[in-house]
């Protein structure tokens, strides 16, 4: 896609004519969004990957005038491409620039997250499901994750948060159990493809685990809850279960790696939502 990129800027440069800002701005929002879907050809681009752009750009805090102009550039680029037929059908026509959402971060209970761990998943996708809500790990954290940064002895992570902050995030038994299952299955896909990189997450046809396959599979996972979930539900879903079993405010945030705890006081808002939904359910 990076060569229709080109393409398109061409366009809007010699025949549109648009100022050299503009131009700037639209090839630099496109190829955030070709390097997000890890330059996917065009022609299998679906609604679900432009979402789940969308969303990992609310997750990681971009503003909404922000978002709203690279939707902008992406519904010119993707209009652009269908009228000279590269596309025959456009997957963001339907999406319009949408607002951060003032309501509290969505959250799963204890029984859905139990719902998901019975599913039968695959031994990586179990270890993504783990380390996501078990540790809290934002998804970028989880796809750069090396083998080195695991200490299976002590049962903890050195993972590598925004800023390059280091933080140690501690894992149980039950993990513990499924990322020994998952590095004897990697170490025969590493040996069969001659792979060398210590980075975690390898699929079993020797490609690195991307955001964007990340997504995927929580996307599908939501389905069987018939809910609309991110990986940084997983997140918000960690967070809001500590905080609900006693656990302190300022040791949630050194695991969530928040540099604010009032970032991490949003939580104590959606644990007290959650106890009193579960009162009123219970009494009426």
Not at 2 to 30: F, H, M, P, V
Not at 134 to 144: A, D, K, M, P, Y
Not at 222 to 236: A, D, V
Request: aromatic residues 8%; glycine residues 4%; contains cysteine.
């Amino acid at each position: 896609m990076y060569q229709l990129l080109s393409d398109y800027i061409d366009y809007i440069d010699i025949e549109k004519g648009l100022s050299k800002n503009t131009i700037d701005a639209y090839r630099r929002d496109i190829f955030d969004f070709i390097t997000f879907i890890n330059d996917e050809d065009i022609s299998v681009i679906t609604r679900l990957h432009i979402s789940s752009y969308i969303m990992d750009l609310r997750e990681n805090g971009l503003s909404p005038s922000s978002i709203s102009r690279k939707i902008s550039a992406l519904k010119s680029f993707f209009k652009w491409a269908c009228a000279n037929e590269i596309l025959k059908n456009n997957p963001i026509s339907s999406i319009e620039p949408a607002k951060l959402p003032k309501h509290l971060p969505k959250v799963l209970s204890l029984n859905e997250i139990n719902t998901l761990m019975r599913q039968n998943l695959s031994t990586i996708e179990n270890v993504i499901i783990e380390l996501l809500y078990s540790c809290g790990l934002r998804v970028s954290e989880l796809t750069n994750l090396k083998i080195t940064d695991i200490n299976l002895k002590s049962k903890n992570i050195i993972c590598s948060g925004k800023g390059s902050k280091e933080r140690l995030v501690p894992f149980g038994d039950f993990a513990l159990k499924k990322i020994n299952n998952y590095l004897k299955e990697r170490e025969i896909t590493a040996y069969k493809y001659n792979i060398n990189s210590q980075l975690l997450l390898i699929r079993n046809d020797g490609k690195f685990i991307t955001r964007q396959d990340i997504y995927r599979i929580i996307h599908r996972l939501g389905t069987i809850l018939n809910k609309e979930i991110s990986p940084h539900t997983l997140r918000h879903t960690f967070a809001t279960h500590l905080l609900e079993n006693g656990a302190d405010l300022r040791v949630v945030q050194e695991l969530l790696g928040h540099s604010d705890v009032a970032t991490t006081q949003l939580y104590t808002h959606i644990s007290k939502k959650r106890l009193k939904d579960i009162y009123f359910k219970i009494n009426t």
